[in-house]
């Protein structure tokens, strides 16, 4: 059974559908959320679950403290899900081929310092895109560069909002994310 740790920002949804998930699976737990802000709702959703949350300045994750907090919980995977800080490379290092992110737009498209959340819905309306979709991918020392594990497209119409794009893309988030991590265990 492998031991995943979450690491979130904001809300959490995405954190909760694989925290759902990964209740029922006999391929891997969820050992660990962390999140870099004390009132993300990730750590009221990770509660729900029964599981233990971790709370760490960037200061903190970058002088290791994060890091040794993971190697102290046995982590095998790492699940970026929502997670807007960059990962420190020593971080990346300890998880070879084994830390994993979802974007919220389909890669290389809309990726790259910057490009998160409404900042890419916004770019890929502005842009006329007739699709969006996601990319779940492993992560490197480049934001958003790593080798991409899984993509999966939504259409979009002329009409759709930033707002409206958003919505379509995560539901994709919500539909594909848990599995595709419990494929790569």
Known sequence: MKRLAILATGSGSNAEKIMEHFAHSSKGEIALVGTN???AGVLVRAKKFGVPTFTFTRKEMEAGVLLAK???ERVDWVILAGFLLKVPDEL???FPDRMVNIHPALLPNYGGKGMYGHHV???VKAAGETESGITIHLVNEHYDEGKIIFQAATSLLPEDSAETIAA???ALEHQYFAGVIEGLL
Do not use: P
Request: proline letters at 0%; zero cysteines.
């Open 92 to 94: 990346i290092r300890a």
């Open 37 to 39: 802000k004390e009132d």
């Open 121 to 123: 819905h916004e770019a």
């Open 70 to 72: 993971l190697q102290e």
């Open 168 to 170: 379509k893309v995560l």
